[in-house]
């Protein structure tokens, strides 16, 4: 069974707090994706990766950045949390063949 | 840059009657589409997609959705909805499998809701 395991389910952070959140595929994926979702704005790609080392910006970057120093994990880190980074985080990975995306569980963080 | 248009954010329909979610697409390119469904306390996961070839596609249970190039759609229906359907659906497009256009873009998604 295809698997992205994200390592934490829920999260409570204080604001200016050095936050990261961790991804993991079992499926040898090229791609791998950070999304953030909030009620009304559907999914927003923060960051993506296409292969190890390399990222790209996606559609609200600011605030966040993103580690892939092996090709199964894909950090987000929040380098000084805040209160509207409180938001459900979903990690997602697809391959290059059709770019259909496997979701992990989600984190649902709350910065206080 | 593509973009997905969901204009329904809520529906709610009787069990046992047909339903129709519109995705509406923009993109200067070939695409991929795609619709992903949330049940409740869950990630997304794959309901169905069209890469080529048939426009007509289909899933496992009872959902189909049609591609329609000229009018960049690719809305989703099921001529029956059971309570189990009950869940937020998102429309989703990519450029296609070429590297560094692999990104997934999503509609702002619709919360279907079955009336018992």
């Known amino acids: 069974d295809v698997k992205v395991t994200q390592s934490s389910r829920y999260l409570v952070k204080r604001t200016g707090e050095k936050v990261f959140l961790e991804c993991v595929q079992d499926?040898?994926?090229?791609?791998m994706f950070w999304y953030r979702q909030d009620p009304g704005l559907g999914l927003r790609l923060i960051y993506f990766?296409?292969?190890?080392?390399?990222?790209e910006k996606g559609d609200i970057p600011e605030g966040y950045s993103v580690s892939r120093e092996k090709k199964e994990r894909f950090s987000l880190i929040l380098e000084s949390a805040s209160t509207n980074q409180t938001s459900m985080y979903l990690c997602?990975?697809?391959?290059?063949?059709?770019?259909?995306?496997?979701f992990g569980q989600g984190t649902r963080l709350t910065v206080v | 840059a593509q973009s997905v248009t969901q204009l329904d954010s809520q529906v709610p329909v009787f069990e046992e009657a047909p339903v129709e979610l519109r995705c509406n697409y923009s993109?200067?390119?070939?695409?991929?589409l795609f619709w992903y469904v949330q049940y409740p306390n869950q990630g997304l996961q794959l309901l169905l997609k069209?890469?080529?070839?048939?426009?007509l596609v289909e899933s496992i249970n009872g959902f189909e959705a049609e591609f329609n190039k000229s009018q960049t759609s690719f809305h989703l229906r099921k001529p029956s909805v059971h309570i189990s359907d009950t869940a937020e659906y998102f429309c989703?497009?990519?450029?296609?499998?070429?590297?560094?256009?692999?990104?997934?873009?999503f509609g702002t998604g619709t919360r279907l809701t079955i009336i018992p």
């Open positions: 997602a990975s697809s391959n290059t063949v059709d770019t259909e995306a496997f």
């Open positions: 990766s296409y292969d190890v080392k390399m990222k």
């Open positions: 993109s200067s390119v070939s695409v991929y």
């Open positions: 069209y890469l080529s070839g048939s426009t």
């Open positions: 989703a497009v990519s450029e296609g499998a070429n590297f560094g256009n692999e990104k997934l873009t």
């Open positions: 499926m040898d994926h090229e791609n």
